[in-house]
C-alpha cells in the first residue's frame, strides 16, 4: 500500500533534515528522501571535513613556535593525509549517526536512493525512489520539498568546446578523499571554496598555486578586507595569479624521481597558460562554480520554474511556479551557506503545518571564509555602504601578542579590522553598517558582532564598551581615527 504523506523532503542537508523534522513535530507525516548520505555537502564533503582539515594545516610549524614558548622535547614533525582521512572519516560517520537518531526520535521516515516527482495524483504528488531499501517505491505526499542542494560544476562543463585536458581536474568534493597529499597543486577559481582549498594544501605542505581569470578572489566581499586576506595568503607561500587564462591541460611523463614516500611518479598534469607560459603540477582542483542538483527530479515536466543557471525560482514562501512544491538552501538562488538552509528549513516547517505567516530575514548575515588568514564580515561592505550614503571608515592593522611574540621565527600574522559607521552627523552617533576582520579569530569575533548589527548599534556604543585586554576583538572598541 502506497504510504500517504503530508510532507516529502528531497535532499537530506542541513536544511531538509531541519525541515523534515521540524514538520514532523508539528505532526506532519514525513518522509525525507537521500541518494548519497545523510548531512548533504556540508557534513560530508563541505563545511565539517574542511574546517577538520584547517585544524590539521594550522598545526604546521607549531611545534617551533611551541619552542619559543618554553616548550621542549619536539622533534621534527611529519604529516600524514592517510591518517587524518581515516579520523575524518570517523568523525563523519558519527555525525551521520546523529542525524539518523535525530530523525528516527522526530518520527521521520528516511529513505535511501534517487527521488523523482511522477506528477500529481489527486491531492497528492507522486515520488519514486530508485534504489530504496534495494527496491522502487512510491511514496504519495501533499506537500513536497525541494532541497537537493549544489554540486560542484566540472571544468568539463565550464569552458569552450575546444579547451582540452578538462578531465584532468578533479572538483572540491574529491579534496577530503585523498589519501596522500600531491606535492605541487594548482587550485583554479576565484570563491571561497578555491581560496580555503589553496590554504588547506599549502598548509599540509604541498606547493600550491592559485590561478583565477579575473583580477582578485570574493567578489561579494569588501575589497580593502580582501586585499589584506590576499596579502596573508601569499605570506604563507601560495603562489596567487590573477587575470591569467587557462588554455588547456595535458598529461606528459615525469622525467624519473619519486614522491616524498618513495613512490615513482609516471606522469605530471602540463597547464598551458596564455602567453607561453606553461605550469606543472601533479593535482589540480576546480573549484570554479557550483550548480543546482535539479537533474532528474522530475520538475521540469511538473513545470517547475528554474533559472538561467538552473536553479529553482522561489517566492519569499519559498514556493515555486507549481502549489505544494516548495524549495529552499542552495537549490534556489539563495546565499549558499548552511546556516542559511537551516533557517528557511524552519520558518518553512511553521509556514506549512502551524498558523504562522513569517518570512525569512537575513538582512544580518556573518559570512566567513577560513582561508590562511581567515577572513569574516557583516554587514555592508566599504563599497555597498558608500552606494547608500555619506560613510565615516575605522581600520586598524596590527600583529597580535602571540604573532608578534612568535615572529622571531617567521610566524607573523598582522590582522587587519575594518568599521563602517553611517556618516552625515555627529562623528559616532552613525549607525554601525558593517564590521570586518582578516585574521585567525575572525569568524568567531565576527559572530558575536553580529546581534550588534542586528540591534542597530551605534558607533558610540562600541566605544562606550570597556575592552577586554589583551584580545584582537578589543580593537572594535577602540577604533578612533577613520576616513570618510
Keep these: 500500500m502506497t504510504e500517504l504523506l503530508d510532507f516529502c523532503v528531497l535532499g537530506a542537508g542541513s536544511g531538509g533534515v531541519r525541515a523534515a523534522r521540524r514538520a514532523a513535530s508539528y505532526g506532519a507525516r514525513t518522509a525525507l528522501i537521500e541518494e548519497v548520505a545523510l548531512g548533504g555537502t556540508c557534513v560530508n564533503r563541505g563545511c565539517i571535513p574542511k574546517k577538520l582539515y584547517v585544524y590539521a594545516g594550522s598545526h604546521r610549524g607549531g611545534f617551533s613556535e611551541a619552542r619559543l614558548f618554553g616548550w621542549r622535547g619536539f622533534p621534527d614533525a611529519s604529516f600524514s593525509l592517510s591518517h587524518l582521512l581515516s579520523q575524518k572519516e570517523d568523525e563523519l560517520e558519527r555525525l551521520r549517526g546523529l542525524y539518523a537518531k535525530n530523525c528516527a526520535s522526530a518520527g521521520v521516515s528516511v529513505f535511501s536512493g534517487k527521488a523523482s516527482l511522477k506528477g500529481r495524483k489527486g491531492d497528492y504528488f507522486a515520488i519514486s525512489i530508485d534504489g530504496a531499501q534495494s527496491q522502487a517505491q512510491e511514496l504519495r505526499a501533499k506537500n513536497v520539498l525541494i532541497a537537493t542542494g549544489c554540486e560542484p560544476l566540472p571544468l568539463t562543463e565550464a569552458v569552450a568546446a575546444d579547451f582540452v585536458g578538462g578531465e584532468l581536474a578533479h572538483s572540491s568534493d574529491r579534496v577530503f578523499e585523498l589519501d596522500r597529499l600531491p606535492e605541487r597543486v594548482v587550485v583554479l577559481g576565484g570563491g571561497y571554496i578555491a581560496l580555503e582549498c589553496a590554504g588547506i594544501f599549502n598548509a599540509l605542505g604541498a606547493q600550491t598555486t592559485l590561478l583565477h581569470r579575473n ?20 605570506a604563507r607561500g601560495v603562489d596567487c595569479r590573477f587575470s591569467t587564462r587557462l588554455l588547456g591541460l595535458s598529461l606528459q611523463p615525469f622525467r624519473g624521481g619519486s614522491d616524498k614516500t618513495g613512490n615513482e611518479i609516471r606522469d605530471e598534469i602540463c597547464l598551458e597558460i596564455e602567453g607561453g607560459e606553461s605550469i606543472l603540477c601533479d593535482f589540480v582542483l576546480a573549484a570554479i562554480g557550483r550548480r543546482a542538483r535539479t537533474r532528474g527530479l522530475g520538475l521540469e515536466a511538473l513545470g517547475v520554474a528554474l533559472d538561467k543557471r538552473g536553479k529553482i525560482i522561489t517566492g519569499a514562501d519559498f514556493a515555486t511556479s507549481v502549489a505544494g512544491i516548495y524549495a529552499l538552501g542552495d537549490v534556489t538562488d539563495s546565499p549558499e551557506l548552511t546556516p542559511i538552509a537551516i533557517r528557511q528549513a524552519e520558518v518553512l516547517a511553521r509556514r506549512l503545518f ?55 621565527a617567521g610566524f607573523s600574522d598582522q590582522v587587519m579590522l575594518k568599521l563602517i559607521e553611517r556618516g552625515g552627523g555627529e562623528v559616532g552617533s552613525g549607525e554601525v553598517l558593517g564590521c570586518h576582520m582578516v585574521g585567525s579569530d575572525a569568524p568567531e569575533i565576527i559572530q558575536a558582532l553580529a546581534p550588534a548589527l542586528r540591534a542597530g548599534a551605534r558607533k558610540k556604543d562600541f566605544d562606550d564598551v570597556i575592552a577586554l585586554h589583551p584580545t584582537n576583538a578589543e580593537e572594535f572598541m577602540t577604533m578612533r581615527d577613520f576616513y570618510e
Design 215 to 234: 583580477d582578485s578572489l570574493l567578489r561579494s566581499f569588501d575589497r580593502g578586507i580582501v586585499r589584506h586576506c590576499l596579502e596573508g595568503v601569499a
Design 354 to 408: 502551524t498558523d504562522s505567516d513569517e518570512l525569512f530575514d537575513a538582512r544580518v548575515l556573518p559570512r566567513a571564509v577560513f582561508a590562511s588568514p581567515a577572513i569574516a564580515s557583516v554587514g555592508l561592505s566599504e563599497e555597498e555602504a558608500r552606494r547608500q550614503g555619506k560613510v565615516r571608515i575605522y581600520e586598524s592593522r596590527f600583529v597580535p601578542l602571540r604573532a608578534s611574540f612568535a615572529a622571531r
